[in-house]
C-alpha cells in the first residue's frame, strides 16, 4: 500500500500521522487492519533496559613518539586494544582493577557521555615505528577522534522472567531473587518492544535507523544469539557515543553480578501494509513468556509457569495457586520519554525513516558451546562411604569418629536416612568452650547441599560463596548421599589440568 519513500515525503510535508505502540491495537480494533493501515504511517516503539553486551569503540589519536597499544585501561577498566595502535573496545560489563563490582566499563561509558575525563593508561612492547611502551594521561569524549557505540546484542525480543525456589537469596543478571519464591523479576516492555512489533521483520534489518541512547543510530546486523525460532529475537545496533545523552543511557551494577549499562532504543515502525498494522497491534496480553527457576544453575532451567505481559506488569502472578509480586527491571517512565521524542524528532523533520538493506533472518537458532572434554558432576568425585551421626549421638562419640576416620565434617541423619545437619570439628570446639553437649543444640541445621547431577563447577561456586569446605550430597527427597569436599575438587581439576 506504501512506501518508506512515500512515508518520508508526508513526514517533509508535515502529513504523516504518527502514533505510539500502545494506541495501535485500540485504532486496528476500532477500524480494521486495513484502514489502520491507510491512516498511519509510523508506529513509534521503545525500550529502555540493560543490555550487557554493549560497549565503545575509541580511537584516542597517537601519541608522539607513537604507542602501539597492548593493554589499555580506562579508569582502571580494562579495554581490548588488540585492534590497532591506538584503538580501543571498551565492555559494558567488564569490571574495574580497582573498585571490582562497584565500577565497570559502563561507567566509563557514562562519564565520558556526561563530559568527564577519564584516565587512560597504556602499555605496550615497543617496535621500531612503534618505540613509546608507556603513556599515561586522560581524556573525554571531545579528545578522541571517534566515539562509536558498538552493541552485539540489544534489545531481546521477549525475556524469560525468573524465580527462585531455593532456600537462599541469589544474585543473577535478572536482579536479586528473594528465597522461597518470594519475587518474579522480568525485563522487556512488551507491546512497546520495538521487534514484538515486527515479528517478522518486514521493516528491520541492515541500516534501519533508530534512536539509540539520544542519537541517531542504526540497526547493523541481527545481534548474537539471535534466536527468533524461539522467539528470542536480537540486534546489533551502533551509533555516535557523542551525539548521545545520559537521560537515555545510564551505567548501573547488579548486586553481586557485576556491572551493565541501560540503552535506551527507539525504533519507528514504517506502516506499508495492513500485514504490518495487524502486527503493531500487539497487546501485553498477547505475548507470553516463561518464569523459570534461576535456583537451578544450569542452562536448562526448569520452567516454573507460563505468563503473559499484561499479568506481568499488573505487579503479581499466580504459581502454583500462589499469588508472587513481580518487579520490572527496565523502566516504562523513560520508554515513554523514548516514545515521544523519537515521535518529536519525525514531527519536527529531524528523523527520517531507512529501508533495510538485508532484513533481519527469521530462521537462526542460538547454539550451544561445543565442549571438547566431559563435563565432570559431583557424583563423579564425591565421597560415597559416608560416615554420619545421628542427633543423639554424643559429642564424645562425634569427636572420636572425626579423629579415627581423619575428617572434619560428619553429616547428621534421621532414622530415613534424611539429612537434617552438619557439624565440623569448629563446631565441636566452641559447642565445648560454651557447655554444650547436644548435637542439637551446635549442628548446622540449613545445609549447603549439591546433587549429584550439579556440574562440579556449580559446587565449587557454593563452597567459595558460603565460604566453606564441603558440601554434602543429597537426592531429591533429601536423603544424604555422598560428600564433596575442597579437596576432592582440587584433585578432580588437577587432573584435568586445571
Known amino acids: 500500500m506504501k512506501t518508506i519513500k512515500e512515508i518520508n515525503e508526508k513526514i517533509r510535508c508535515g502529513e504523516a500521522v504518527i502514533v505510539r505502540a500502545d494506541e495501535m491495537p485500540g485504532i486496528v480494533e476500532k477500524d480494521g487492519a486495513e484502514k489502520a493501515a491507510k491512516k498511519v504511517d509510523v508506529v513509534t516503539t521503545a525500550t529502555f533496559g540493560a543490555m550487557c553486551s554493549s560497549g565503545a569503540f575509541l580511537n584516542f589519536g597517537h601519541s608522539d613518539p607513537p604507542i602501539k597499544m597492548q593493554k589499555v585501561w580506562l579508569n582502571e577498566v580494562e579495554a581490548y586494544a588488540g585492534l590497532a595502535a591506538v584503538d580501543a573496545y571498551i565492555g559494558a560489563s567488564q569490571l574495574s582493577e580497582t573498585e571490582g563490582m562497584s565500577y565497570g566499563g559502563a561507567h566509563v561509558i557514562e562519564d565520558l557521555v556526561n563530559g568527564k575525563e577519564v584516565d587512560l593508561k597504556a602499555t605496550a612492547y615497543g617496535t621500531d615505528c612503534y618505540p613509546r611502551k608507556f603513556v599515561e594521561t586522560s581524556v573525554s569524549l571531545a579528545d578522541v577522534n571517534q566515539a562509536v557505540m558498538y552493541n552485539p546484542r540489544n534489545n531481546y525480543q521477549r525475556y524469560n522472567a525468573a524465580i527462585n525456589s531455593s532456600d537462599k537469596i541469589i544474585h543473577t543478571y535478572m536482579g536479586t531473587l528473594l528465597p522461597g519464591a518470594k519475587n518474579v523479576n522480568f525485563a522487556g516492555t512488551g507491546e512497546l518492544s520495538p521487534l514484538n512489533n515486527d515479528p517478522k521483520y518486514r521493516t528491520l534489518g541492515l541500516g534501519t535507523r533508530i534512536f539509540l541512547c539520544g542519537a541517531q543510530g542504526y540497526i547493523i546486523s541481527e545481534g548474537t544469539q539471535h534466536s527468533p525460532?524461539?522467539?528470542?529475537?536480537?540486534?546489533?545496533?551502533?551509533?555516535?557515543?557523542?551525539?548521545?545523552?545520559?537521560?537515555?543511557?545510564?551505567?548501573?551494577?547488579?548486586?553481586?553480578?557485576?556491572?551493565?549499562?541501560?540503552?535506551?532504543?527507539?525504533?519507528?515502525?514504517?506502516?506499508?501494509?495492513?500485514?504490518?498494522?495487524?502486527?503493531?497491534?500487539?497487546?501485553?496480553?498477547?505475548?507470553?513468556?516463561?518464569?523459570?527457576?534461576?535456583?537451578?544453575?544450569?542452562?536448562?532451567?526448569?520452567?516454573?509457569?507460563?505468563?503473559?505481559?499484561?499479568?506481568?506488569?499488573s505487579g503479581t502472578v499466580e504459581v502454583d495457586g500462589i499469588s508472587i509480586k513481580t518487579a520490572f527491571m527496565s523502566s516504562l517512565r523513560i520508554t515513554n520519554e523514548i516514545l515521544s521524542e523519537l515521535a518529536h524528532r519525525i514531527e519536527d523533520k529531524q528523523f527520517y525513516l531507512t529501508e533495510p538493506v538485508v532484513r533481519l533472518p527469521l530462521d537462526s537458532e542460538c547454539k550451544l558451546m561445543k565442549l571438547r572434554e566431559k563435563v565432570i558432576h559431583v557424583g563423579d568425585v564425591m565421597a560415597r562411604d559416608l560416615k554420619t551421626a545421628g542427633k543423639s549421638d554424643s559429642i564424645d562419640s562425634v569427636s572420636s569418629l572425626m579423629i579415627e576416620n581423619n575428617i572434619n565434617q560428619v553429616p547428621i541423619t534421621?532414622?530415613?536416612?534424611?539429612?537434617?545437619?552438619?557439624?565440623?570439628?569448629?563446631?565441636?570446639?566452641?559447642?565445648?568452650?560454651?557447655?554444650?553437649?547436644?548435637?542439637?543444640?551446635?549442628?548446622?541445621?540449613?545445609?549447603?547441599?549439591?546433587?549429584?547431577?550439579?556440574?562440579?563447577?556449580?559446587?565449587?561456586?557454593?563452597?567459595?560463596?558460603?565460604?566453606?569446605?564441603?558440601?554434602?550430597?543429597?537426592?531429591?527427597?533429601?536423603?544424604?548421599?555422598?560428600?564433596?569436599?575442597?579437596?576432592?575438587?582440587?584433585?578432580?581439576?588437577?587432573?584435568?589440568?586445571?
Open 229 to 313: 525460532k524461539t522467539g528470542f529475537g536480537n540486534i546489533t545496533v551502533s551509533g555516535n557515543l557523542k551525539e548521545m545523552d545520559t537521560r537515555f543511557l545510564r551505567a548501573a551494577t547488579m548486586p553481586k553480578y557485576g556491572t551493565t549499562l541501560y540503552i535506551g532504543i527507539g525504533v519507528p515502525i514504517p506502516i506499508l501494509s495492513p500485514e504490518i498494522a495487524q502486527a503493531t497491534a500487539v497487546r501485553n496480553a498477547d505475548i507470553e513468556t516463561s518464569i523459570l527457576d534461576y535456583s537451578v544453575p544450569k542452562l536448562s532451567r526448569p520452567q516454573v509457569a507460563k505468563v503473559s505481559y499484561e499479568e506481568l506488569f
Open 414 to 498: 534421621d532414622d530415613a536416612g534424611k539429612l537434617c545437619g552438619i557439624i565440623t570439628s569448629w563446631d565441636i570446639t566452641k559447642a565445648i568452650a560454651e557447655k554444650k553437649r547436644k548435637l542439637a543444640e551446635f549442628m548446622t541445621k540449613k545445609v549447603v547441599t549439591s546433587y549429584a547431577d550439579d556440574p562440579l563447577d556449580v559446587a565449587t561456586r557454593k563452597i567459595e560463596k558460603h565460604e566453606i569446605n564441603s558440601t554434602p550430597v543429597v537426592d531429591k527427597e533429601g536423603r544424604l548421599t555422598g560428600i564433596i569436599t575442597l579437596s576432592d575438587i582440587t584433585r578432580a581439576y588437577r587432573s584435568k589440568g586445571r
